[in-house]
Antibody
Framework: QVQLQESGPGLVKPSETLSLTCTVS????????WSWIRQPPGKGLEWIGY???????NYSPSLKSRVTMSLDTSKNQFSLKLKSVTAADTAVYYC??????????????WGQGTLVTVSS | DIQMTQSPSSLSASVGGRVTITCRAS??????LNWYQQKPGKAPKLLIY???SLQSGVPSRFSGSGSGTDFTLTINSLQPEDFATYSC?????????FGQGTKVEIK
């Protein structure tokens, strides 16, 4: 059974960099693509970006200038860095597996989510 | 970006009833549309992919339809565990987007 678990600081100061890691168990990270999604308190889901098994990335235009995603195949992990954060970046951050069937892509496994609060 | 708009934002329904949620894309997305269910404090769960394909393990009372710009999620014989928020998501473009969500509450 595939499981994903987010980890990282729950509190980040404004203007600093948010760093999260997603550890994947029950399968190899090299076999799929992976994504980060966030949800501000009381609001809807926002796609942040995805990273292919090859390491290539695609980011939401609204966050592209501040986001970096990477893979660590030796640890079966992938990570998110979001720089220059503000209070608007306060959200529950989810990692998710991207599965494709033919040309259809969807998120079939999710982490439990981790709340990151941006505050001084 | 492709904008996804869901309606209604919330609705009340009775156990045993039928619910229909609509998702509209700002441009044609063929059938590249997924539906997720989310309960409070939990991660979203995939229900439907490719507009109408039921994810393994999801009860058959859930169904999806539509193509192009207009899509529907239908829940037949609503069960107590179905009260949740439902979100659509497009994967047509390389930049994926979600709808704002529809909250299904108990009447």
């Amino acid at each position: 059974q595939v499981q994903l678990q987010e980890s990282g600081p729950g509190l980040v100061k404004p203007s600093e960099t948010l760093s999260l890691t997603c550890t994947v168990s029950g399968g190899s990270i090299s076999d799929y693509s992976w994504s980060w999604i966030r949800q501000p308190p009381g609001k809807g889901l926002e796609w942040i970006g995805y990273i292919y098994y090859s390491g290539s990335t695609n980011y939401s235009p609204s966050l592209k200038s501040r986001v970096t995603m990477s893979l660590d195949t030796s640890k079966n992990q992938f990570s998110l860095k979001l720089k220059s954060v503000t209070a608007a970046d306060t959200a529950v951050y989810y990692c998710a597996r991207v599965t494709s069937v033919s040309s259809w892509y969807y998120f079939d496994y999710w982490g439990q989510g981790t709340l990151v609060t941006v505050s001084s | 970006d492709i904008q996804m708009t869901q309606s209604p934002s919330s609705l009340s329904a009775s156990v045993g009833g039928r619910v229909t949620i609509t998702c509209r894309a700002s441009q044609s997305i063929s059938s590249y549309l997924n539906w997720y269910q989310q309960k409070p404090g939990k991660a979203p769960k995939l229900l439907i992919y490719a507009a109408s394909s039921l994810q393994s393990g999801v009860p058959s009372r859930f169904s999806g339809s539509g193509s192009g710009t207009d899509f529907t999620l239908t829940i037949n014989s609503l069960q107590p565990e179905d009260f949740a928020t439902y979100s659509c998501q497009q994967s047509y473009s390389t930049l994926w987007t979600f709808g704002q969500g529809t909250k299904v509450e108990i009447k």
